[in-house]
């Protein structure tokens, strides 16, 4: 089947510092990147949504210059949390799709600690 | 806005019961359902879909309803395993290349 991975799972840094998350298609062509954010006891809500070489497109209420997406290649987009605090603490979860939703993936999750 | 319910409290059964899981939404049209299990500390692993026009969708010891009038998805696990135990979440998208939204997902622990 197909595999989304994550990379790192989990990252702990200092508030202050930038972050970056990769998401990689392994063994498929994504047209289509989602990036989610889940805190603890809630549900996935989506943060924005990336198509292959064009300008993602932020969901109401996310900072798209805190937020940095970039979705270089059908296989990798990377989430840069920029200047991180605590706040920014929570599991990110990207999704892939190489077409519609009945292709689309979920990657494991990265659990960002910002102390 | 649009918004999306699950079973408010968790749910406990016992082992090998059906579990019953309900999936409410409002303001919403949504042409696709999802249902998804999520384990903790973990992505959510898709399950099943259904679409508009299907009543009803099986796979092994899973079903899954949708009425449209009513704005609800029914999710069923026959003769449930504690291996069951997981945090399960519906989810929405308007056409195949929309957006997909998620409920709030509701935490199932079945009992030995």
């Known amino acids: 089947g197909a595999v989304v991975s994550q990379h790192p799972s989990r990252v702990i840094c200092k508030s202050g510092t930038s972050v970056k998350i990769e998401c990689r298609s392994l063994?498929?062509?994504?047209?289509?990147m989602f990036w989610y954010r889940q805190f603890p006891k809630q549900s996935l809500m989506l943060m924005a949504t990336?198509?292959?070489?064009?300008?993602?497109?932020?969901e109401q209420g996310v900072e798209k210059d805190k937020f940095l997406i970039n979705h270089a290649s059908l296989t990798l987009s990377t989430l840069t949390v920029t200047s991180a605090h605590p706040e920014d603490s929570s599991f990110y979860i990207c999704?892939?799709?190489?077409?519609?939703?009945?292709?689309?993936?979920f990657g494991p999750g990265t659990r960002l600690l910002v102390l | 806005s649009q918004k999306i319910e699950q079973n408010s409290e968790a749910l406990n059964i016992q082992e090998g019961k059906t579990a019953t899981l309900t999936c409410n939404y409002t303001?919403?049209?949504?042409?696709?359902l999802q249902w998804y299990r999520q384990d903790p500390g973990r992505g959510p692993v898709f399950l099943l879909l259904?679409?508009?026009?299907?009543k009803e969708k099986r796979k092994e010891r899973l079903k899954v309803t949708f009425d449209t009038t009513l704005k609800q998805s029914l999710f069923h696990i026959t003769a449930s395993q504690p291996a069951d135990s997981a945090t399960y979440l519906c989810?929405?998208?308007?056409?195949?290349?929309?957006?997909?939204?998620f409920g709030p997902g509701t935490s199932l622990s079945v009992i030995p």
């Open positions: 999704s892939a799709a190489m077409g519609g939703i009945e292709t689309q993936y």
């Open positions: 063994d498929f062509q994504a047209t289509t």
């Open positions: 990336s198509n292959e070489g064009s300008k993602a497109t932020y």
């Open positions: 303001n919403y049209s949504p042409a696709y």
């Open positions: 259904i679409r508009e026009n299907e």
């Open positions: 989810a929405l998208a308007k056409t195949s290349y929309d957006k997909v939204i």
